[in-house]
């Protein structure tokens, strides 16, 4: 009896310890991932191997796999998969999950030339309702670590200072929000790297959720909507571990990004050999400026601010003509003739052009307005009519059918839909207007509000939609094409960055100033040039529409302009519709716009323009507290910052060179590799290394 009993007891006990001992591993030199079979395959440990760190909670709970969710129908995790195997598969772990209606594939391998676990997820779904995102994999560590920064791809780069003590940490979708496919988080002891390998722009979002004491990973992969049938994901994901900060991750993920389509020619060579126009890699001040003011129109004197910037600076101005539409600021597709008749602009822009300048203009994406109020010259605007005639049928619509409407009248840019990018109409539309702007003398047509070559899904069963960002893509490669075609100066831009669409764009609309504000909101965000540190090298950036200047000393506009020069942006600053007189210009801004101007004229150009970011360390200089304005009626973004900017650069042939400006009320001295400088608020310097080669503005 004792002895039957004993027999049982050990029946009984032996799984339970083989199973404990079974957790399946897998590992590279840096990183090591369990997955416990006895817990349908969840992934139970990622342990950094070098400081014996263990990403992954003490007390883990559901999804650490996936988590699948559907249209009208519950989620689904690994938890509750009716019979789970985990398997060896030779160098692969291999974890099959059967549900009542559907199975699940997780694969896993190790690559040993980058250190990095890959995974992949497939999923057969017979369920009947549409698979509306796929979280893969599952990962959720401590929220608490010691000064601890999450980085996030979005737009031109964040980073969350202690993200598990803030309200809201925002994700991003890709493309669009989502620049590039990777974040980490990271503390001074170590990092968990996460990442996508997609070279085809497939549709997913990146995040990082706050569930009680740890942080979750939301990297959530978006299928086509199909009630059943297969998906899998068509690229690998990267998890892995490291030492360092931002950059480090940053050059992890560019190690793969330079072997992608996007990355096939350098910027230097699209330049030499003509696909990207030499006049953007020529210094000029990208100027917005508001054809529309309180006083009346500003166009007769467009040519007149071209001609005080240039005495000013030495340098042509690129005119960002804004609130140059028809009807008024932000109001499309109905966009011509220009504001102040087609006559007067054509005239406008051959003055510009005859004396060395550039023009810009930015079209409202594939937006269509629907009403707007206020932001017509005649009032309330309803073009209501006209889009159920023309464009309703091709317009982006939501899971429930018809069109989809965003916005408000009386706020932003009005109540508007959306033009599909698969659409022909799409085509008609966007071309039409960028061709058109190129006839009235626009060198420079940015699709704007299409932010980083995002569009909302779009749900109709008629459009045809060819996969991820195919038809966008398309569309941009064709604008240009044609646009060169006939005028090898035209360029095409859009809002914020996108390394899928470098190929299709000459230069964008860059934001590495911001600081509080839109893309860089939100509790404890502070804005880096992650984007920049990747893609320098590939694709042209200008400084924005909103890089502040003034006559009066700023702190803020000192700040703004520093970080145009130091992330490798042709300068920019904005007036929009205030009355401004570029002869007035504070002196510590005027140095340094001129700084930059002569910076892009002589040596240094090379690296600033062309060159590769590379890690660059922080720099023994005093802090500036800074208040950067958010919104009316918000208190400011405060934040410290370095009295001195920089940022270090890399040529094809080894060369290596630091950009250093003051943003600063007072002078800054300082040491940098055994070298003594002074800065003069507003004052430039690039340092080429291993030489004592500098060139400096001259003394205002
Ligand atoms: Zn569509």
């Known amino acids: 009896m004792i002895l039957k009993w004993i027999a049982s007891l050990a029946l009984f006990v032996m799984p339970m310890l083989s199973s404990r001992a079974a957790i399946v591993t897998l590992e590279t030199d840096n990183t090591r991932i369990g997955f416990d079979p006895v817990r349908h395959g969840a992934i139970v440990s990622l342990v950094d191997k070098t400081t014996g760190r263990d990403f992954v909670s003490r007390k883990p709970t559901a999804p650490l796999l996936y988590e699948l969710r559907f249209n009208n129908a519950p989620s689904l995790t690994e938890s509750n998969a009716a019979k789970v195997t985990v398997q060896r598969d030779g160098n692969a772990v291999v974890i099959v999950a059967r549900h009542t209606n559907a199975t699940v594939e997780c694969r896993f391998t190790t690559d040993v030339s980058t250190s990095l676990i890959l995974g992949r997820i497939a999923i057969r779904n017979d369920t009947g309702h549409a698979l509306t995102s796929v979280r893969f994999p599952a990962l959720a560590w401590p929220k608490k670590m010691e000064r601890d920064f999450l980085v996030l791809p979005r737009n031109d780069g964040c980073l969350i200072q202690s993200p598990g003590t803030v309200g809201w940490l925002p994700s991003s979708v890709y493309p669009g929000s989502a620049s590039l496919q990777f974040l980490a988080h990271y503390d001074d002891t170590a990092g968990v790297y996460v990442a996508t390998h997609d070279s085809h722009g497939f549709t997913k979002s990146f995040g990082v ?22 998906w899998r994901t068509e690229y690998d994901v990267a998890i892995g571990t490291f030492h360092g900060d931002w950059q480090t991750a940053a050059d992890i993920y560019k190690r793969w990004a330079v072997h992608q389509p996007w990355c096939r020619r350098t910027l230097a060579q699209r330049v030499a050999d003509g696909d990207v126009p030499r006049w953007l890699a020529e210094p000029s001040l990208f100027y917005a400026y508001s054809l529309r003011s309180s006083s009346g129109s500003r166009l007769p ?49 051959a003055t510009l052009h005859a004396k060395g300048h550039h023009t810009l203009v930015f079209l409202s994406g594939l937006k269509w307005t629907l009403r707007k109020k206020g932001g017509s010259d005649a009032g309330m605007l309803d073009d209501t009519a006209a889009f159920e005639r023309r464009g309703a049928a091709s317009a982006i619509c939501g899971t429930n059918g018809p069109p989809q409407r965003w916005g408000k009248p009386d706020a932003d840019v009005g109540e508007h839909a959306q033009i599909c990018a698969a659409t022909p109409l799409a085509r008609e539309l966007l071309l039409g207007a960028a061709l058109e702007c190129q006839r009235l003398g626009i060198d420079c047509v940015q699709a704007d509000q299409i932010v980083g070559g995002g569009l909302p899904p779009c749900f109709s069963a008629k459009h045809g939609h060819p996969p991820g960002a195919t038809a966008l893509y398309r569309l941009f ?34 934001r590495d100033y911001s600081q509080g504000r839109w893309p860089r909101d939100g509790a404890g965000v502070i804005g880096v040039p992650l984007f920049t540190h990747v893609y320098h090298e590939f694709v042209h950036g200008y400084g924005g529409d909103s890089c502040y200047v003034s006559t009066d000393s700023s702190l803020t506009a000192l700040y703004q302009q520093a970080m145009n020069l130091v992330c490798g942006k042709a300068p920019g600053v904005a007036v929009w519709n205030r009355d401004y007189d570029p002869r007035a210009t504070d002196s510590a801004q005027l140095r340094l716009l001129r700084g930059h101007v002569e910076l892009w004229h002589g040596s240094a150009r090379e690296f600033l323009v062309f060159g590769q970011r590379v890690a660059t360390p922080p720099l023994a200089v005093p802090q500036v507290h800074h208040r950067f304005h958010v919104r009316t009626g918000q208190p400011a973004r405060e934040l410290d910052l370095p009295a001195v900017l920089h ?20 002078p800054v001295e300082f040491e940098t590799g055994g070298m003594k400088l002074k800065l003069q608020p507003g004052e430039v310097r690039f340092v080429e290394h291993g030489t004592l080669k500098t060139a400096a503005t001259k003394k205002l």
């Not at 942080?215 to 049938?229: D, E, K, S, Y």
């Not at 006939?486 to 860059?510: C, G, K, M, S």
């Open 647 to 666: 940022s270090s650069w890399k040529l094809p042939d080894g060369r290596r060179g630091t950009v250093f400006v003051c943003a600063a009320k007072d």
């Open 301 to 349: 004197r467009v040519p007149e601010e071209a001609a005080a910037w240039c005495e000013q600076l030495g340098a042509p101005a690129t005119m960002m003509l804004m609130s140059w539409e028809k009807l008024g600021p932000w109001v499309t597709p109905d966009y011509f003739p220009p504001f102040g008749g087609e006559a007067a602009f054509k005239s406008a822009t």
């Open 209 to 230: 959720e706050k569930r009680g004491d740890d942080l979750r990973l939301a990297l959530l992969h978006l299928p086509p909507f199909a009630p059943r049938g297969e």
């Open 477 to 510: 490669d064709e604008i240009r094409r044609e646009g060169k075609k006939r005028n090898p100066n035209f360029a095409w831009a859009i809002e914020e960055p996108a390394e899928f669409f470098i190929p299709v764009l000459d230069t964008y609309h860059a």
